[in-house]
């Protein structure tokens, strides 16, 4: 550990104390679009009441011991369930006002649906942190990020980010933009239309991502996606972050110098699906490794404990890539319990 970074040290603590919690929560793992490299298969619908219930009895039975709170809202497309979001936002922030707990919360979303009024609403309620995917200009974007019944979504979603422009507020909103095999020049057009809208306002920044096969339902059809030339890949990437660069428009191109950990990896994360069943990983939920539990209405939560610490394993062996990725060489010679442990995160 001696050999790690400061910050390093202190997201490896931070990530293992007491009062400390992180919850990805799925309100729904249905979606508007279909995605032509997605991995998920859309079979559940939106969180039913009683997981509802169960999430605020968690974090209402941790809200007294609780620091530091990370809600990640995930999908599916989170927004096709506002009802549910703003249901346990406007719980937690209610927790957070009697407890002084810190509370941080992030949406990963397309903007579809989200117009102005439902962004400004989930912003007041506490959740400043988006990320938003594009992936060029009109013509290529609405090839590969297209809607369930097949239309364009480009122009709704583009209107959508420049309205939130008009609310005063402070939030944080990250343009992942997917590189692909042949969508190089769209890209560049892409990057100066940002420079154009947003290189101004210092709310809006840019991360750039080549697209990755992650398995699931489009296996068989995304590699023809990926890029396969490094070093076209590289310099593209480059020419799009001096062209989205300002000084206050921030373009990023790979993670920072420390090494990553992830969230499926952290002891003190967990998964919520719409149905009730906990997980670690958001990518492995056909894995039977990751079907960890559930939560109880009553916010206990029934954990298996032999599968749990399959995915934890990096914070006691200190592996790089145990950390980074815990499905990446995940053990399969174990034998679970059949026995479910009751616990509450705090």
């Known amino acids: 550990m001696s050999d790690f970074s400061n910050s390093f040290k202190k997201k490896y603590i931070s990530s293992t104390s007491d009062g400390f919690m992180q919850l990805t929560i799925m309100p729904?793992?249905?979606?508007?679009?279909?995605?032509?490299?997605?991995?998920?298969?859309?079979?559940?619908?939106?969180?039913?009441?009683?997981?509802?219930?169960?999430?605020?009895?968690?974090?209402?039975?941790?809200?007294?011991?609780?620091?530091?709170?990370?809600?990640?809202?995930?999908?599916?497309?989170?927004?096709?369930?506002?009802?549910?979001?703003?249901?346990?936002?406007?719980?937690?922030?209610?927790?957070?006002?009697?407890?002084?707990?810190?509370?941080?919360?992030?949406?990963?979303?397309?903007?579809?649906?989200?117009?102005?009024?439902?962004?400004?609403?989930?912003?007041?309620?506490?959740?400043?942190?988006?990320?938003?995917?594009?992936?060029?200009?009109?013509?290529?974007?609405?090839?590969?990020?297209?809607?369930?019944?097949?239309?364009?979504?480009?122009?709704?979603?583009?209107?959508?980010?420049?309205?939130?422009?008009?609310?005063?507020s402070e939030f944080n909103i990250v343009f992942r933009l997917h590189v692909m095999q042949e969508n190089s020049q769209s890209m560049l057009e892409l990057s100066k239309k940002i420079r154009e809208q947003f290189g101004q306002d210092h709310r809006y920044m840019s991360f750039i991502r080549n697209i990755a096969n992650l398995g699931g339902s489009s296996d068989e059809g995304v590699d023809k996606y990926v890029p396969n030339e490094k070093k076209k890949l590289d310099d593209l990437i480059e020419e799009m972050s001096q062209i989205m660069t300002t000084d206050k428009h921030k373009s990023h191109k790979k993670q920072g110098k420390d090494p990553y950990i992830c969230y499926a990896a952290m002891p003190r994360h967990l998964t919520i699906r719409a149905d009730g069943r906990l997980a670690k990983c958001t990518v492995a939920f056909d894995d039977d490794r990751n079907d960890l539990g559930?939560?109880?209405?009553?916010?206990?939560?029934?954990?298996?404990?032999?599968?749990?610490?399959?995915?934890?394993?990096?914070?006691?062996?200190?592996?790089?890539?145990?950390l980074a990725c815990p499905n990446t060489n995940l053990p399969t010679e174990r034998k679970y319990k059949e026995d479910k442990i009751e616990v509450t995160m705090v």
């Open 28 to 168: 729904t793992e249905k979606c508007n679009f279909r995605c032509v490299y997605c991995y998920e298969d859309f079979k559940i619908g939106k969180m039913k009441q009683e997981t509802l219930d169960g999430i605020k009895a968690l974090i209402s039975q941790s809200a007294p011991e609780l620091k530091k709170l990370i809600i990640q809202w995930f999908g599916g497309e989170p927004t096709l369930n506002p009802k549910g979001i703003k249901e346990i936002s406007e719980h937690i922030v209610a927790l957070q006002k009697e407890y002084g707990f810190l509370y941080k919360a992030h949406m990963t979303t397309n903007a579809y649906v989200m117009d102005k009024a439902m962004f400004s609403e989930f912003v007041d309620l506490g959740i400043i942190d988006y990320q938003i995917s594009l992936d060029g200009m009109p013509e290529q974007h609405n090839k590969t990020r297209i809607k369930a019944n097949g239309d364009a979504t480009f122009d709704t979603i583009w209107k959508n980010l420049c309205s939130y422009q008009e609310i005063k």
């Open 294 to 322: 559930r939560i109880n209405p009553d916010g206990t939560l029934k954990i298996n404990g032999e599968k749990f610490e399959l995915w934890t394993r990096g914070f006691s062996s200190l592996n790089l890539k145990e």
